[in-house]
């Protein structure tokens, strides 16, 4: 009995801590969004019309760097990583393991 309930209280955990980053997630996108509208909508509003000023690349600091955050964080909570994935974890641990089985048969 105890055992199944260690594996629950395990489960819940890991979907709970799931949940907060998601939760961590979303409201970061949130305040991205909110942030850079009210930015944007002030900076519009201070250029008087003149489109040419408003697509200053300076006026895109913030969104865009903000931006690329918020893109690792994407990736972290999604579990988007090109590079090192569980395929290449996977691969790296059976190459280790691996060697050490071709080292040990060296010594016997």
């Known amino acids: ?27 970061h996108l949130f305040v991205y969004m909110a942030v850079n509208v009210f930015i944007l909508v002030g900076v519009y509003s201070s250029v008087s019309g003149d489109m040419d000023s408003f697509w200053d690349l300076g006026h895109f600091f913030t969104p865009i ?9 994407a990736a972290k909570v999604f579990g988007f990583s090109p590079f090192f994935n569980k395929e ?21």
């Not at 290449?88 to 016997?108: C, G, H, L, P, V």
């Open 65 to 73: 760097f903000w931006g690329i955050g918020l893109a690792f964080h």
């Open 1 to 27: 009995m105890e055992i199944m309930e260690e594996r629950y209280n395990n489960k819940f955990r890991r979907a709970k801590k799931r949940v907060e980053e998601l939760k961590g997630f979303y409201i």
């Open 88 to 108: 290449w974890e996977e691969r790296q641990i059976q190459k280790y393991i691996d060697e050490d089985k071709k080292n040990a048969e060296k010594f016997r």
